[in-house]
T-cell receptor, first 114, second 115 residues
Framework: DGGITQSPKYLFRKEGQNVTLSCEQNLNHDAMYWYRQDPGQGLRLIYYSQIVNDFQKGDIAEGYSVSREKKESFPLTVTSAQKNPTAFYLC?????????????FGPGTRLTVT | KQEVTQIPAALSVPEGENLVLNCSFTDSAIYNLQWFRQDPGKGLTSLLLIQSSQREQTSGRLNASLDKSSGRSTLYIAASQPGDSATYLCAASSTYQGGSEKLVFGKGTKLTVNP
């Protein structure tokens, strides 16, 4: 089955620790995205990548870092510099080019930092 | 800068009722308009995608319309069922240089359908 997987589903960390969230897709999509969702809020874009070894900051990139060494994988690191890291994190992927685009979303990772 | 607003924030209806969810956007230069469904603690499921050249899309009991000139989209749900209870998000789409999609999301409408 084609799709996007995120692991783990729930993640707990102590304040001051870095943590890496996994995102893998087997849809052969070039573009991948990371969003953050807070209660009662829409999704906000953290980082996106349109091609391997290239990525761009989204609207709220401070305190986060990413890498794109493989087409299938786009891990997100939440660093200790992120002031309010507790949130629901969603990964997505899409084709690039063509007549229209559609993003496909993973199941999400809920991160709790205490 | 694109801003997307959804009204109402929450809606509770009895089973069987037809209902309309509203979405407005400030920049009419969109590529697509997408409606998503999100169940509690889950990811997003795409419901309907309307290209900028289209005026509506239908899937089963769902119908989405798009009026770019007024910056509005509506999602019509016919004969609502308890299983329709979820948060519905709309997102306005444009493209980044390089061809990938930029989505700007509204905050969603939380729908509860009571048996």
């Amino acid at each position: 089955d084609g799709g996007i997987t995120q692991s783990p589903k729930y993640l707990f960390r102590k304040e001051g620790q870095n943590v890496t969230l996994s995102c893998e897709q087997n849809l052969n999509h070039d573009a991948m995205y990371w969003y953050r969702q807070d209660p009662g809020q829409g999704l906000r874009l953290i980082y996106y990548s349109q091609i391997v070894n290239d990525f761009q900051k989204g609207d709220i990139a401070e305190g986060y870092s990413v890498s794109r060494e493989k087409k299938e994988s786009f891990p997100l690191t939440v660093t200790s510099a992120q002031k309010n890291p507790t949130a629901f994190y969603l990964c997505a992927s899409s084709r690039t080019g063509g007549n229209y685009y559609e993003q496909y979303f993973g199941p999400g990772t809920r991160l709790t930092v205490t | 800068k694109q801003e997307v607003t959804q009204i109402p924030a929450a809606l509770s209806v009895p089973e069987g009722e037809n209902l309309v969810l509203n979405c407005s956007f400030t920049d009419s230069a969109i590529y697509n308009l997408q409606w998503f469904r999100q169940d509690p603690g889950k990811g997003l499921t795409s419901l309907l995608l309307i290209q900028s050249s289209q005026r509506e899309q239908t899937s089963g009991r769902l119908n989405a319309s798009l009026d770019k000139s007024s910056g509005r989209s509506t999602l019509y749900i016919a004969a609502s069922q308890p299983g329709d209870s979820a948060t519905y998000l709309c997102a306005a789409s444009s493209t980044y240089q390089g061809g990938s999609e930029k989505l700007v999301f509204g905050k969603g409408t939380k729908l509860t359908v009571n048996p």
